[in-house]
């Protein structure tokens, strides 16, 4: 698998050992929103941690059956060849479903901070709104000496 891919993969796996700590935090916990976050946060990253966990395990597997190839009895030889030619027909159905979730989550955070990106847009606006309004009054009350007229 894509070396990238596998750094991006454990990142998300500390990640989500973040998040379970900071869900057992008594602040968070408090906190609403924060909380509702982190929960939905830790549902979208459970599924690909938990493939990603798989794989982890059939590299290892695999890497022990490798190790038992240097032994002299035959039928341990057998043994570890079988291991390691199913190890690899799994390590496959693995990454195909690694990269499919990866790719899903990858969309998923495109589109949520697009959403993000947009609210702050919004915000920004009613901000510069309110920013001109209130240096339209303070000019109109500057040329009317503080006294309003109409």
Known sequence: MNQSI???????SMRLEEINALLSDQP????????????????????VNDQYQQYLSTMNDINAA????????????????????????????????????????ILMIHAILLLKFVQELVV???????????????????KTNGKWKL
Do not use: W, Y
Request: net charge negative; aromatic share 4%; hydrophobic share 40%.
């Open 66 to 105: 490798q190790k038992l190839l240097n032994e002299d009895d035959q039928d341990i030889k057998e043994m570890a060849e079988e291991e390691i030619a199913l190890g690899e027909n799994k390590l496959d159905q693995l990454e195909l479903e690694l990269k499919n979730l990866f790719s899903q989550k």
């Open 6 to 12: 596998l750094t991006k993969l454990e990142q998300l």
């Open 28 to 47: 968070v916990v408090s906190d609403q929103n924060q909380f509702r976050e982190l929960s939905i946060e830790h549902a979208q990253l459970s599924p």
């Open 124 to 142: 920004m606006r009613r901000v510069s709104f309110q920013v001109t309004f209130i240096e339209c009054i303070r000019a109109m009350l500057r």
